[in-house]
T-cell receptor, first 113, second 115 residues
């Protein structure tokens, strides 16, 4: 079945460091791929998405490219801030399977000032 | 900004009580979902609905029940709360259109503690 595997956390970085959170997926059909972010005490928010191969999603300095050949959707940011501290979820939505979203287990990110 | 609301945000209640967690959205979305989020952060789908009078159980078995009498409202009920129900409950909705890429909009969550 469909699944998402993402980097285990917690990930701790200093402010202005480069961030990569790895995400790979297994899916039949043609999934859309997402990164969601959850700040402390809140629900999830969509951070970025890509709906087809080679698409790049971007938002708030974060980027991820839909790589069908490696079944990956790694999240990157060139210079993280303390305010980026949150939990990040990689997810996929398979439009051939009732549009359910399958989430990874989440990666907690701590940014130190 | 997504318009999806959950009440209460926090609830502490004794064992055996009946509780209802409220979820409402003003976006006219047909699809709505309930997730249970464990302390390890993982999300588990417990219920979903594709429209009025449609409800289905999700991937994780739950003693809760849901109803969908109006498009905008998707309450979750526990008839007799137990400590094992202590968790964070997140409600979400999405557009029926596949062109939307199936993205979901989340409410802020209800943190339930059963003593």
């Amino acid at each position: 079945g469909n699944s998402v595997t993402q980097m285990e956390g917690p990930v701790t970085l200093s402010e202005e460091a480069f961030l990569t959170i790895n995400c790979t997926y297994t899916a039949t059909g043609y999934p859309s791929l997402f990164w969601y972010v959850q700040y402390p005490g809140e629900g999830l928010q969509l951070l970025l998405k890509a709906t087809k191969a080679d698409d790049k999603g971007s938002n708030k300095g974060f980027e991820a490219t839909y790589r069908k050949e490696t079944t990956s959707f790694h999240l990157e940011k060139g210079s993280v801030q303390v305010s980026d501290s949150a939990v990040y979820f990689c997810a996929l939505s398979d439009r051939e399977r009732d549009d359910k979203i399958i989430f990874g287990k989440g990666t907690r990110l701590h940014i130190l000032p | 900004e997504a318009d999806i609301y959950q009440t209460p945000r926090y609830l502490v209640i004794g064992t055996g009580k009946k509780i209802t967690l409220e979820c409402s959205q003003t976006m006219g979305h047909d699809k709505m979902y309930w997730y249970q989020q464990d302390p390890g952060m993982e999300l588990h789908l417990i219920h979903y609905s594709y429209g009025v009078n449609s409800t289905e159980k999700g991937d994780l078995s739950s003693e809760s029940t849901v109803s969908r009498i109006r498009t905008e409202h998707f309450p979750l009920t526990l008839e007799s709360a137990r400590p094992s129900h202590t968790s964070q409950y997140l409600c979400a909705s999405s557009s029926f259109s596949v062109l939307a890429g199936g993205e979901q909009y989340f409410g802020p969550g209800t943190r339930l503690t059963v003593t």
